[in-house]
């Protein structure tokens, strides 16, 4: 409710106007005018179908890189460590305003970063298509199965959530369950999976949270026995898509690509940092290439367990108006914390440019 007459007639005018303005403020807030980017509501077409992703030739654009990073790491630009094992926060460049050269750089310090997030970017509010256009730079854009999108974009994975959005809150049993951290890599099924990923937040909850949990699948490999590492390498896993299309169905959803499963190596390569990394994930592997089902259990559960519990090589990414995260999916893992209240909204939206088929890490 406004102020009343009384109560601010003996204040100077100046105090008058703005305490006017806060309570007008106040009242707007109290109604839900809508998502403040209505272009990036998410979109789902129950009759839009692609076809099977083709195996494309990718060359990692931090091969190309100065390993000073001249153009990204001019003066004036600060980079903070969030912890050894990964994460950095950068001010002071525009991602957006960035050379060829420069977008080279990045790709290449967040390959050593493992997570970066860019503050006070302008990267929301560029036209979808320059977006788009800064994302390809990083390899061919994975067009998501069952996510929503927005119309005429394909590309745009997109994250919302208000009060009356809630389509993920009983995928998986979420709903019913104590934990609600997913620890996963975004569509580990392809057969060429993500790598340098992009992720911006339009709207937040207003009073925090909505945060994004990274750990670094690198450190976790070296926290590993060298016997044990040398098991591990060689293996192979199965990534499946078909819970996740099974849930959309259910859920009234598209399935616009039948549900595809690959074989992936348990440790990995990059490409550009030579650094081995496990490569399984809660959310799409399923099962060990050659192992009994007990066998193959035993190990993921184990695996599983060390990625999820390694509490020291995890990093909270925090998000603030502006804020632009980009983060390589060949060497982390990550989940979202639905740790706001389910009435408050948020919204962010994903471009998932894919890299190359896994290389296996040799004993």
Request: glycine content about 6%; aromatic content about 10%; cysteine-free.
């Amino acid at each position: 409710m406004a102020p009343s007459v009384s109560e601010i007639s003996s204040k100077p005018v100046e105090d008058v106007a703005a305490s006017l303005k806060a309570a007008v403020l106040d009242e707007k807030k109290k109604v839900d005018q809508g998502p403040l980017y209505p272009r990036y509501v998410p979109h789902f077409d129950n009759t839009e179908k692609f076809p099977p992703t083709p195996i494309r030739e990718f060359s990692d654009p931090g091969l190309r890189a100065d390993p000073k990073k001249p153009n990204l790491l001019k003066d004036g630009v600060s980079l903070k460590n969030i912890s050894p094992y990964l994460g950095a926060v950068v001010k002071g460049v525009q991602v957006s305003q960035l050379s060829k050269e420069g977008l080279d750089e990045l790709a290449l310090l967040v390959a050593e970063k493992k997570v970066v997030a860019f503050r006070d970017q302008d990267f929301k509010d560029l036209s979808p298509e320059r977006q788009i256009e800064i994302a390809r730079h990083f390899g061919p854009i994975q067009v998501h199965p069952t996510s929503g999108n927005i119309v005429g974009f394909p590309e745009f994975h997109v994250v919302y959530r208000d009060a009356n959005h809630q389509r993920f809150r009983e995928y998986r049993g979420f709903d019913n369950r104590a934990n609600k951290t997913s620890w996963h890599s975004d569509v580990s099924y392809e057969a060429q999976p993500p790598g340098t990923t992009f992720f911006w937040i339009l709207e937040q909850p207003e009073n925090g949270g909505g945060d994004t949990l990274f750990l670094s699948q690198v450190e976790a490999y070296k926290r590993l026995s060298p016997e044990f590492q040398k098991r591990l390498e060689g293996l192979r896993a199965v990534h499946s898509a078909v819970y996740q299309a099974e849930y959309s169905r259910k859920s009234n959803g598209p399935v616009r690509r039948e549900p595809v499963e690959s074989e992936h190596p348990v440790v990995r390569v990059h490409p550009v940092t030579g650094e081995k990394a496990l490569y399984v994930n809660p959310g799409f592997t399923r099962r060990i290439v050659g192992f009994r089902e007990e066998e193959s259990e035993y190990l993921l559960k184990f695996l599983f367990d060390h990625i999820s519990k390694g509490a020291d090589f995890h990093v909270r990414a925090t998000y603030e108006p502006g804020t632009l995260v980009i983060w390589d999916n060949r060497v982390t893992v990550h989940s979202a914390t639905g740790d706001y209240p389910t009435e408050e909204r948020r919204h962010a939206v994903r471009l998932t440019p894919q890299a190359e088929v896994p290389i296996p890490a040799t004993a």
